[in-house]
Structure formats: C-alpha cells, structure tokens
C-alpha cells in the first residue's frame, strides 16, 4: 500500500472544512475525537499541495498509520485518501468556474501530479471531464 499521497508543494489560500462539513456518524461514538478530527482536517487542508502522507498526517495527531486510517473512517465514513480526492476535486471545480487557469495548472495546483491524473478522478466522480464542466458551468 502507498502511503504516499503525491502533491507539488503549492499553497492555495481555501476556508478551512469544519465538522460539520463531512458526514459524520452520530450513532458512533468511536473515531477521532471532534478536537483531533478538526485538527486532521485543517492539517488535511494547509498541507494539501504538499507531498502529504498517512505517516504525516496521522503524526500530526500522535497516532499510528493504522489507528488513524480506522479511526478517520470511523468519524467520515471515508477513508483519508478517498477524502483528499473529494477535496481535490471540489477544488478543482471551484477553480474551473473561474475560468482563470488550464486544467493542467488546476491540476498541479489543486496537488494532483499531472493534468490527466485529474482528468482520470473528476471524470470517475463527476461523470464528466474538466474541460466539458467547465463548458457547462
């Protein structure tokens, strides 16, 4: 299993998620406490440019790979890697409706390795490419 979860070291100025943002199961209460949770998810987001990792992230909040990725599925229904993509893509979205930059720069900027890596994980979550929502928006 890679741990590594690629992304150029580019920052991008985005409101942080709040817990309230993700689906979280009320009926559990095993998983992140709302006090780590938030934590992941603002360290999820100011490091999402960056090379981030599991081993990172899960560090970040002094547990281990393991127990984190349980752990944060537990509190998203998610898994880390699965909610990276989800907030990449909203990203790329946003970006694509202000028609300001290319798709392959949108796709380093948002922290994918390359424009058909983007390409590939909006059309497998959007049902459709970059460039023709980008048409219909």
């Known amino acids: 299993m890679n741990n590594n979860l690629q992304q150029p070291p580019i920052l991008i100025d985005r409101p942080l998620p709040t817990t ?10 095993k998983g992140l406490s709302p006090r780590k949770l938030r934590a992941v998810l603002e360290y999820i987001h100011l490091h ?9 992230i899960a560090a970040h909040v002094n547990i281990s790979q393991f127990h984190f990725c349980r752990l944060f599925k537990q509190s998203t229904g998610v898994s880390p890697y699965h909610y990276l993509l989800q907030q990449r893509i909203e990203r790329a979205k946003q970006l694509l409706l202000q028609n300001q930059l290319s798709i392959a720069d949108i796709a380093l900027e948002v922290g ?6 983007l390409c ?3 059309k497998r979550s959007e049902g ?3 460039k023709q929502f980008a048409q219909r928006s």
Do not use: K, R
């Not at 309230?20 to 209460?29: C, E, K, M, R, T």
């Open 20 to 29: 309230g943002d993700l689906p979280i199961n009320p009926l559990s209460a």
């Open 48 to 56: 999402m440019n960056e090379g981030l990792s599991l081993e990172a």
């Open 112 to 117: 994918f390795s390359n424009q058909s890596h």
């Open 120 to 122: 590939f994980h909006f």
């Open 128 to 130: 459709t490419s970059p």
